[in-house]
């Protein structure tokens, strides 16, 4: 008898448990920079460094790349690369860790530099 008083309760609480996890979810996926926010410009020269980690990964479309230097970690690159300067994708690059991950889209709020 005593167990049927308390199980409404305990299905309010486990609810309230939920509903609380999703909202930290939620507010955790708000919390990260736009890349906007993280790649302030301006747009620099690509070095021969990141030049170099293109090569090792094989990346054959970015005979004409800009970068931008990461605000929150400076070993990190947003580059925009094109081969015919029609069609542009994005990369991310960390030089010293030879990592990169891409191709993707144009960032909204990020414009290819005027001097291409």
Same mark, same amino acid.
């Given at each position: 008898m005593e167990s049927t008083r308390h199980k409404p309760t305990r299905a309010v609480f486990r609810c309230g448990l939920t509903l609380l996890g999703l909202t930290c979810l939620l507010g955790t996926a708000d919390a990260r920079p736009k890349p906007s926010e993280q790649f302030l410009g301006p747009w620099l020269e690509?070095?021969? *460094?990141? !030049?170099?980690? @293109?090569? @090792? &990964?094989?990346? #054959?479309? %970015? #005979?004409?790349?800009?970068? !931008?230097?990461?605000? !929150? &970690?400076?070993? *990190? +690159? @947003? @580059? +925009? %690369?094109t081969r015919d300067e029609k069609l542009w994708t994005s990369w991310r690059v960390q030089p010293t860790a030879n990592k990169i991950r891409g191709p993707g889209k144009l960032f909204e709020g990020i414009a290819p530099s005027d001097s291409y």
């Amino acid at each position: 008898m005593e167990s049927t008083r308390h199980k409404p309760t305990r299905a309010v609480f486990r609810c309230g448990l939920t509903l609380l996890g999703l909202t930290c979810l939620l507010g955790t996926a708000d919390a990260r920079p736009k890349p906007s926010e993280q790649f302030l410009g301006p747009w620099l020269e690509v070095t021969q *460094e990141i !030049r170099d980690v @293109l090569v @090792l &990964n094989k990346v #054959s479309a %970015c #005979s004409q790349a800009m970068g !931008r230097q990461s605000s !929150r &970690n400076p070993g *990190e +690159y @947003l @580059l +925009y %690369c094109t081969r015919d300067e029609k069609l542009w994708t994005s990369w991310r690059v960390q030089p010293t860790a030879n990592k990169i991950r891409g191709p993707g889209k144009l960032f909204e709020g990020i414009a290819p530099s005027d001097s291409y």
